[in-house]
């Protein structure tokens, strides 16, 4: 006589040993995925669970094998791009290795990325990637960390954490642009950014809570050094937030004597403002002006003229954050990595000589 349980029934484990033909105990074993046994006896008890249409309770694993099977991704801005893509390399990595994502943006706010953090460890999820909104405000990360969970940084990293780091090389990708601007004759080189400060005005790099921001503004400054240009400071303009405030900042640039003979954009985003307000003022690209973009963006391939980009292996910084993170969950003790991956500057139709 078949004594499953009716459909409609919440199954449990116990239908689900009772039908395999074994014990409860063994049958948690497999289902919640944890302790040994034999591919007989696996196949046996999955079979019943299919058959049954059995669900894992999930706090119940957790409480069982200590794992929530889950991870916390924190990120700046989920509507950028830039991010968008990144978090694609995290949850196919983290999926092929059995873990669900819980993602959390904290649009560029520190407060609320503090309370992101909270919450995800509220949720008992196994480990964190994140991307600081600030890298001098990082106690709460500490905390994580001290808590014994593993962290990732995520393309911004942080010299008082000890964790494994994932960035690309901003500060050459930087100096290589700037140089290829000086050497095509640009002396008025400005470049727009979304970090902020509270008067909304540049004077130095501390000014910069964002470590991949201001490692490219390292880099930039360096070569308007190195060949001869000073003063470059005032040509960094900070506050890009939303498009709104970019199209103000752009335009006050482009409509002052001394109007910019090439922007560089830290982000897609702000390229796109950027070159809608070339539009809207009669100007062109790249006689007038010329136009090079931090990200890879679909859009730059395909507008005319197509937009020069600093492409970054946005995917590749995803998913090498996750690889690290899923082998710290499975043991690995090593001293902490901080991988750089190279980026590449491609070409398009967005540049000229200056005149």
Not at 61 to 79: A, L, N, P
Not at 135 to 164: C, F, I, M
Not at 279 to 295: E, K
């Amino acid at each position: 006589m078949d004594k499953s349980p009716p459909k409609n029934s919440s199954v449990t484990v116990a239908d689900v040993a009772r039908k395999a033909g074994v014990s409860k105990a063994t049958a948690a074993r497999v289902l919640g995925d944890y302790g040994t046994v034999s591919d007989r006896v696996r196949e046996v008890v999955t079979a019943a669970a299919r058959a049954l249409g059995y669900r894992t309770n999930e706090l119940a694993r957790s409480m069982t094998t200590g794992r929530s099977g889950s991870i916390g991704v924190v990120v700046g801005d989920i509507e950028n791009p830039f991010f968008s893509l990144a978090v694609r390399g995290i949850t196919d990595v983290a999926r092929q290795a059995g873990f669900t994502v819980i993602l959390s943006n904290s649009g560029e706010d520190i407060d609320a990325e503090k309370a992101a953090i909270r919450t995800l460890l509220s949720k008992r999820v196994d480990g964190l990637i994140v991307s600081p909104a600030k890298d001098d405000d990082v106690e709460h990360l500490h905390e994580a960390v001290r808590s014994g969970l593993p962290l990732v940084l995520l393309d911004r990293g942080s010299d008082t954490l000890a964790v494994d780091t994932v960035i690309a090389d901003d500060r050459h990708a930087a100096e290589s642009i700037t140089r290829q601007l000086v050497s095509l004759g640009h002396r008025r080189i400005a470049y727009v950014t979304a970090c902020d400060t509270p008067d909304h005005t540049f004077r130095t790099l501390q000014d910069i809570s964002t470590a991949s921001v201001r490692r490219r503004i390292e880099g930039y400054l360096r070569v308007c050094e190195e060949s001869g240009l000073s003063d470059m400071g005032k040509w960094v303009r900070v506050g890009a937030v939303t498009p709104d405030q970019t199209r103000r900042i752009v335009t006050d640039m482009l409509q002052s004597p001394q109007r910019p003979t090439a922007i560089i954009a830290s982000d897609s985003m702000i390229a796109l403002e950027a070159f809608k307000v070339h539009r809207q003022l009669g100007l062109t690209i790249p006689d007038d002006v010329s136009l090079v973009s931090f990200h890879d963006a679909d859009w730059t391939s395909v507008t005319s003229p197509p937009v020069t980009v600093v492409r970054q292996p946005v995917y590749d910084l995803g998913a090498t954050a996750a690889e690290l993170l899923v082998k710290r969950l499975n043991g690995a003790t090593e001293t902490a990595r901080k991988v750089v991956l190279k980026t590449e500057i491609v070409e398009r139709a967005s540049v000229r000589a200056a005149l």
